[in-house]
């Protein structure tokens, strides 16, 4: 399985995936490519130092060595998409894990690879979806919170789950300390959706 990763920061979830995809925790795959929309991502360092090829990917479009910002410099997003979409076609990919990628994908890119793309996201879905998940749960009083991994649609958050774990909230919890359980989770919950995936 040719795998593609899109991230937009961080990308711990990203190195947890090409870690078990080089210990052969997720058989028979390779990392062809992880695309970053932000050109200071910190995941690209990470993914670069594991052997992994990376590029970028903005939305705005860059003057000479320069980036412009301006709106009527960006490409919609279906440029954007068809951007990234050949650079995943090119290399055979046939599975996208999106891993904290900040943007909302297009049509076009849905069904350039039907059931082929997939998220994680920090909570139980369909509860809490979109951002400050952490501040919200313990707003809530909740008792539970954790992770899902799931099909990506049109829409933020949603299609089909196919895991989810559950991490209790402890009594004093900060978003910060919830978060960093749930991180525990996510990494462990998205190499084990993505093996279950294979074998399907
Ligand atoms: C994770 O919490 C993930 O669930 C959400 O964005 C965050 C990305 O973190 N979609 P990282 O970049 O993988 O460290």
Redesign the pocket.
């Given at each position: 399985m040719n795998i593609g990763i899109l991230?937009?920061?961080?990308?711990?979830?990203?190195v947890a995936l090409v870690d078990a995809v080089k210990s052969g925790e997720i058989p028979a795959s390779e990392v062809a490519v992880v695309i970053s929309d932000k050109a200071d991502a910190a995941?690209l360092e990470k993914a670069k130092a594991r052997g992994v090829e990376t590029l970028i990917i903005q939305r705005e479009r860059k003057i000479g060595t320069l980036v412009d910002t301006r709106v009527s410099a960006r490409k919609t997003r279906e440029e954007h998409d068809a951007e990234i979409i050949g650079e995943l076609k090119k290399r055979g990919v046939e599975l996208v894990c999106?891993?904290?990628y900040m943007r909302l994908l297009s049509p076009l890119f849905i069904q350039a690879f039907p059931n082929r793309i997939i998220?994680?996201?920090?909570s139980l879905l369909p509860a809490y979806p979109g951002l400050d998940v952490h501040e919200r749960v313990l707003a809530a009083g909740e008792k539970f919170s954790g992770?899902t991994v799931h099909f990506v649609d049109e829409n933020l958050d949603s299609g089909d789950i196919i895991l989810q774990r559950e991490v209790e909230v402890k009594e004093g919890d900060t978003p910060e300390t919830l978060?960093a359980r749930?991180?525990e989770q996510?990494h462990k919950l998205y190499v084990d959706a993505v093996k279950q995936l294979i074998s399907d």
């Open positions: 991230i937009s920061g961080r990308g711990s979830n990203m995941g999106l891993a904290g998220n994680i996201h920090p992770c978060s749930i991180f996510e």
